[in-house]
């Protein structure tokens, strides 16, 4: 396991598999986990009846490790990201990752990984994808005999191809992403494929993702296809939507109290009428580990683009100051008083 960094252009990564010289992985049967190990293979061999393949029964996360000024690799709030993955598991009817096992996996890759961990300064950081997929015969429909929980790493740049803290856009189709009683707030694989025809036809439109309504009466906004979605209106208040129905992000709950704490703002979580809404909104934005903070222009909503602060063409001031506050704590760059932050 070599310490010495890799020769990569840090600066002009984007957001794809790379692939790494180490990932974890551990087996669960007959009611037990075994202990887990690192490997080095990225080729998983699966039997073609897993339950993972043909009913979706799999789950993920997404963190992000930096690397300090001081050069320690730090990860921003895992134990949220584990309680997201129990949860999910709970409701996909998985067995729970346990809190010892999925911070096991995460530290032993990232540290086996060393080399890929992008430098302080580099607008890099390390993805830290952990997930968790039923295996094993099973042709009913029922869930898997075995499972495995497995994290790989790659080092990432921005999610979106405009890069940094740059403006995307965003828009509504026709495809819904989740039932109001399904899974839409669970981390489940089977998300992902239902919006992939969203974000095609989000694409289409030259907008960067898919934004979704709720599935109910289509009035209420949901989230992005891989962000929550926050606000600033007019009046001054910080809101983000509240929904059964979207993914309790950690990039949301975070700012929500960065919004507060050191903002000043007045935060509201409640539903928002889009239509009835749109135009006091000053500010619009997505967050997600992945898209960090991203200022959106620009939504297409019934037909037309709504431009938001400064004709779409500017990053608004209550944007850009959580994007600091924000990114300066999760790369060690101001003291942490918050406890979020912990060393690998
Ligand atoms: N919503 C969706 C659909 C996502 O995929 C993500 C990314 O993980 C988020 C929201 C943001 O969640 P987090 O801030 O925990 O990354
Ligand atoms: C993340 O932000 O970690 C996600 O999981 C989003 C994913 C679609 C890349």
């Known amino acids: ?55 979706a029964q799999a789950c993920f996360e997404g963190l992000k490790a930096q690397t300090s000024p001081d050069g320690r690799i730090l990860l921003f709030r895992p134990e949220l990201n584990c309680q997201r993955m129990a949860q999910t598991a709970e409701r996909l009817v998985m067995p729970e990752v346990p809190e010892a096992l999925f911070m096991q996996g995460i530290t032993e890759c990232i540290r086996a990984n060393k080399a890929w961990v992008p430098p302080s300064g580099s607008g890099a950081s390390l993805y830290v994808r952990p997930f968790l997929i039923g295996l094993g015969e099973n042709l009913g429909l029922r869930p898997a005999p075995e499972y495995e929980f497995r994290v790989f790493v790659a080092p990432v740049g921005p999610y979106y191809k405009s890069g940094g803290l740059s403006l995307i856009s965003l828009a509504v189709t026709d495809v819904d992403r989740a039932a109001p009683k399904g899974t839409g707030r669970f981390k489940a694989g089977a998300n992902y494929a239902g919006g992939l025809m969203a974000t095609q036809l989000a694409n289409q439109l030259g907008a960067n993702e898919a934004l979704y309504l709720d599935a109910g009466e289509r009035r209420f906004l949901e989230e992005a296809g891989s962000a929550n979605i926050f606000l600033v209106m007019k009046n001054g208040k910080f809101v983000v939507p509240e929904s059964e129905s979207i993914l309790p992000g950690v990039t949301r709950r975070s700012i929500l109290t960065l919004a507060e704490d050191r903002l000043g703002l007045e935060v509201e979580r409640r539903p928002v009428d889009l239509r009835n809404e749109i135009e006091n909104i000053d500010e619009f934005g997505a967050c997600g580990t992945a898209a960090v903070i991203s200022p959106v222009g620009k939504v297409f909503i019934d037909e037309h683009w709504h431009h938001f602060f400064g004709d779409g063409e500017e990053i608004g001031p209550v944007t850009e100051q959580l994007y600091d506050v924000l990114t300066r704590l999760q790369k060690g760059e101001e003291p942490d008083s918050y406890g979020w932050t912990i060393e690998v």
């Open 1 to 55: 396991m070599t310490a010495e960094k890799k020769q990569l252009d840090w600066g002009s990564l984007g957001f794809s598999y790379i692939k790494t010289d180490y990932r974890f992985r551990a087996r669960w049967s007959e009611g037990h986990w075994q202990p887990g190990e690192l490997v080095d293979s990225e080729i998983m061999e699966v039997h073609e009846g897993s339950p993972v393949l043909h009913y």
